[in-house]
């Protein structure tokens, strides 16, 4: 059962126990009784669930039920048993579009392949991805100044397992330009290069 809706309900009952509820007060009773009855009930829940069933004809009428003080005492003891689920540990891919979305990637090396590039783009919610296509015997890395100073591009990725030494020039360019340079060591699909991002380049995509 949500818990929540149980804090919710819990409220409400407490005061018509008292005997302060409002027409209000019974009526987010009904509303939030019927949502609970819809919902399956585990380990924890299950005592609470019973007795809201059991007490549904009086609670629908506006009455107490005549066992509310149990129903009181589970409703307290539901509260502290339901178990809070820890928050979803986001993917590499969810991070890494949180810092380059909307803008441009230029990536550098092996051989462009459209799957790839498409699947990249719209994993990290980009607005272009740059894939040159490099001979990796005699690269010029002198024309890929021109993206590198593009405004557009957040970073620059470099896939390694695919370079010649050559390539270490394209570090003084993005130096120059201001760009963090991250590499790639193994394979070019979307979660290596996300998590190449993220590791390797957070703090300065954060920052520009």
């Known amino acids: 059962m949500d818990r929540k809706l149980l804090n919710r309900f819990e409220f409400h009952f407490r005061r018509a126990v008292d005997g302060s509820a409002s027409d209000k007060d019974w009526a987010v009773i009904v509303e939030v009784l019927e949502k609970l009855l819809a919902q399956k009930p585990d380990a924890q829940t299950n005592g609470v669930a019973k007795l809201l069933q059991s007490s549904a004809t009086a609670l629908r009428s506006w009455h107490l039920p005549s066992d509310w003080g149990r129903l009181s005492k589970e409703l307290e003891q539901a509260?502290?048993?339901?178990r809070v689920e820890p928050p979803r540990e986001r993917s590499f891919e969810e991070r890494a579009a949180e810092l380059v979305r909307g803008r441009e990637?230029?990536?550098l090396g092996g051989d462009r392949r459209n799957e790839h590039a498409e699947s990249l783009r719209t994993s990290l919610e980009l607005s272009e991805?740059?894939?040159p296509q490099t001979r990796e015997d005699t690269p010029d890395v002198g024309s890929f100044e021109p993206w590198i100073a593009r405004v557009e591009v957040a970073a620059v990725v470099l896939l390694i397992r695919w370079s010649r030494h050559a390539y270490g020039e394209v570090s003084g360019l993005c130096?120059?330009?201001g760009k963090p340079l991250v590499r790639i060591e193994a394979?070019?699909?979307?979660v290596q290069i996300a998590r190449g991002l993220?590791?390797?380049a957070s703090e300065r995509l954060r920052r520009s």
């Open 79 to 82: 509260k502290t048993r339901v």
């Open 105 to 107: 990637l230029l990536l």
């Open 129 to 131: 991805l740059h894939w």
């Open 175 to 177: 130096d120059r330009y």
């Open 187 to 190: 394979g070019y699909n979307a």
């Open 198 to 200: 993220v590791e390797q």
